[in-house]
């Protein structure tokens, strides 16, 4: 794992917008593994700017996100999907067609999640999978339990996610209870993995997934076992790392 010291959230965006635009600009039809959270907006801007600025061109490239919450449509403000075309999609030359986040309104959830590993499948993976990391270790939404999950499947939120996003919502009860998300598997199997961590907040967790034991209570360990991780984070969730 290599470890990419920012000094604040600001630098850290645009580092982590350099690794993507060389992987753009490396491969054009290139396929993109992204993540919704405050912790890559920051880097969807710095994206957007290079593309105004002509130096970035999207028209090829193939999105996959981690996951949606179930029972969301891609109109409530809520959604990841919504989250995706306001932040970036909207902002660049990406065709949406080429973008996909799972079905959060597809009741059937085997169905949802079979259909969500055929799009992956198909696409042959991920070349450069974007991470932010949860407070309770979580990648996707991989939420601390007994095993990694492989596929795409639907899980049932822990209390602690649904209060870190509860800041989104208007009130406890309008969090959802449930997402669909890519599994560990899948998340393992991108070429390339970047994990953005900013702020003091991820102080301990960053510390925990990476210096710790490899276990499913912390998810995001099993990033320890990937031969291609970039850790890209500022001096306040570093504070401490080794570098
Ligand atoms: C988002 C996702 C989550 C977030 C994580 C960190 O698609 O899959 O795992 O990356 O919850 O969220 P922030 O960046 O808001 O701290």
């Given amino acids: ?116 590993e055929e799009i992956i499948r198909t696409h042959g993976g991920v070349d450069l999978q974007i991470l932010g990391l949860g407070h309770n270790g979580h990648i996707g939404f991989n939420e601390p339990g007994s095993t990694f999950e492989k596929e795409t499947h639907c899980v049932t939120l822990s209390e602690t996610t649904r209060e870190a996003n509860a800041r989104f919502f208007s009130s406890m009860d309008e969090v959802p209870t449930e997402a669909y998300t890519m599994g560990i598997g899948s998340i393992m199997q991108a070429k390339k993995i970047v994990v953005i961590v900013t702020g003091e907040g991820k102080r301990e967790i960053v510390k925990k997934a990476f210096l710790g034991p490899i276990t499913p209570e912390v998810q995001a360990s099993v990033l320890q076992l990937h031969n291609d991780v970039i850790l890209v984070g500022d001096e306040a969730a570093l504070a401490g790392f080794p570098r």
Wanted: net charge negative; aromatic share 10%; hydrophobic share 30%.
């Fill in 1 to 116: 794992m290599r470890v990419y010291c920012a000094a604040d959230y600001n630098h850290a965006s645009r580092v982590a917008a350099n690794i993507i635009s060389a992987q753009v600009i490396m491969k054009p039809d290139c396929v993109l593994g992204l993540a919704t959270g405050s912790t890559p907006i920051g880097t969807y801007e710095e994206l957007i700017r290079r593309y105004e600025q002509g130096d970035l061109d999207f028209s090829g490239v193939h999105s996959i996100n981690l996951d949606e919450y179930r029972g969301l449509s891609p109109e409530n403000d809520q959604s990841y999907r919504y989250f995706m075309n306001t932040h970036l999609f909207d902002s660049i030359n990406i065709d949406k067609k080429n973008t996909y986040v799972p079905d959060g309104l597809e009741p059937d959830s085997e169905k949802a999640c079979r259909d969500y």
